[in-house]
């Protein structure tokens, strides 16, 4: 599975953005999708990660109420919708796909994802 994060660029504080995540080459047992960020000196955290067929959503509470994740099927791509950005916001995001074999490690978990793409780096300005 390879996977193009896109849609990141700077806003001012109260903005939003979509970040967009196409996967190309999915496999059968690729059934979530997950969103990660890093800010400089910080670890990687959870974000927000979403099944394939949109009946499961999951949220990082620092995020909830402000984005949200879906999904399109038919062109292999995930979204998040970032609205009231926060400068601690500020990080690149990246997206992820887990395996199946590995479904009963916890979605917030960086070791449940497989496939990572390159990230997208958000800009968010006070």
């Known amino acids: 599975v390879q996977l193009q994060a896109s849609g990141g660029g700077s806003v001012q504080a109260g903005g939003s953005l979509r970040l967009s995540c196409a996967a190309s080459g999915r496999t059968y047992d690729n059934r979530l999708m997950g969103w990660f960020r890093r800010a400089p000196g910080t670890e990687r955290e959870f974000v927000a990660a979403?099944?394939?067929?949109?009946?499961?959503?999951y949220y990082a509470d620092s995020v909830k109420g402000r984005f949200s994740i879906s999904t399109d099927n038919a062109e292999n791509t995930i979204y998040l919708q970032m609205n009231s950005l926060k400068p601690e916001d500020t990080a690149r995001y990246y997206c992820?796909?887990?395996?199946?074999?590995?479904?009963?490690?916890?979605?917030?978990?960086?070791?449940?994802?497989?496939?990572w793409g390159r990230g997208t780096l958000v800009t968010v300005s006070s």
């Open positions: 992820a796909a887990d395996r199946i074999s590995r479904r009963n490690i916890h979605y917030a978990l960086g070791r449940r994802y497989d496939y």
């Open positions: 979403v099944t394939w067929s949109g009946n499961n959503t």
